[in-house]
């Protein structure tokens, strides 16, 4: 028998779920036998703790549209924006315009911090009680 033929017997066992296996011939005698025994380890028990859940305080608070309107964040075209994203604010501060029937109504801030998020879009109406600008607490 060539090292060929017995890497191939030896493959088909390996594969198989036979226990035993004995392949004879006139010039030779083969016997494979699996590793049966089963070898107990002993598992020191451990106690699955849940996850605890992290509790993330959200502090920041929307600025709502006090009337329905046309929303501006400048005073005009040309001008820079009352406010812009990380920017900070204090309570009091003007941060943008509505504009209903011909009046220009200016629209504070209601607390002091931080602009985290402008969801108006300039020149779009905004519903009564939208939410326009986010104002989270100074880092």
Not at 102 to 120: C, F, H, W
Request: proline share 6%; hydrophobic share 40%; with cysteine.
């Amino acid at each position: 028998m060539d090292t060929k033929q017995l890497e191939t017997i030896l493959a088909l066992f390996e594969k198989s779920t036979v226990s035993e296996m004995e392949l004879e011939s006139e010039t030779f005698k083969l016997k494979l036998k699996r590793n049966t025994e089963i070898h107990e380890v002993p598992v020191k028990p451990t106690i699955a703790q849940a996850p605890q859940p992290t509790t993330v305080v959200d502090t920041a608070h929307w600025v709502k549209a006090p009337l329905v309107g046309t929303y501006y964040h400048s005073a005009n075209p040309d001008a820079k924006p009352y406010v812009e994203v990380g920017q900070s604010v204090k309570e009091g501060q003007v941060i943008c315009l509505i504009e209903a029937m011909k009046v220009m109504n200016e629209i504070k801030a209601d607390r002091s911090g931080v602009v985290q998020e402008i969801k108006a879009i300039n020149g779009k109406m905004v519903e009564y009680n939208q939410a326009l600008v986010r104002i989270g607490d100074a880092p």
